[in-house]
């Protein structure tokens, strides 16, 4: 039997499988490297698209912020105004009250009776006065609960002096104070 060296041939496979095995190894580490570059590409293109979008919306948030605190400024303007609007529409209308109220204290007021001070504070009304006796003051309160504009007549004091020593006649007089609510008369609702 011939002897025949197979060991180069085993070799030389040997170093083609070598060789081979690299260059699979190299193919398949490029090929890699490539996948994970274009992924890493592809999603770096989705975060900068993205950001993109959220710089876009951040923007946009901020106009409407501006334009949410132009309206909140808007409405508190009008509700300013409406404030105003309501003083002066309460002003306009309290307008012709004062002329009535003094209307109505001299045609309430009896003869004898004399008013030092009026003093107003909101709707009550503080009277103080001069009577020539209890019973006019009593008058007097009786005409206040009759009237349109004046109601609730309640005495504070009554207090009886004697009258000036200059006068002739030596009479008391009466002094005294009274609150009384200002109202307004119902008006009639025509259908």
């Not at 193919?27 to 890493?40: E, K, Q």
């Not at 698209?49 to 951040?58: A, G, K, P, S, T």
């Amino acid at each position: 039997m011939p002897r025949i060296n197979l060991l180069p041939w085993r070799e030389t496979l040997k170093k083609e499988r070598e060789i081979r095995f690299g260059i699979i190894t190299g193919a398949s580490l490029v090929f890699t490297g490539l996948v994970v570059l274009s992924a890493h590409l592809y999603m770096g293109s989705l975060i900068d698209h993205q950001q993109r979008r959220n710089n876009y919306l951040n923007a946009e948030i901020k106009k409407a912020e501006a334009q949410i605190s132009e309206i909140d400024k808007l409405k508190e303007d009008k509700e300013r105004l409406i404030k105003r609007m309501d003083v002066i529409q309460v002003l306009e209308e309290s307008r012709p009250q004062v002329v009535h109220l003094f209307d109505e204290l001299v045609k309430q007021a009896p003869d004898g009776v004399y008013f030092s001070s009026i003093k107003q504070k909101g709707d009550k009304i503080t009277l103080e006065g001069v009577a020539q006796s209890n019973a006019r003051v009593s008058s007097l309160m009786k005409n206040i609960e009759r009237s349109q504009w004046l109601s609730n007549p309640k005495i504070i004091f009554i207090k009886t002096q004697k009258n000036n020593k200059r006068s002739r006649a030596r009479s008391n007089v009466s002094r005294f104070k009274l609150e009384v609510m200002q109202t307004a008369p119902k008006r009639e609702v025509s259908p």
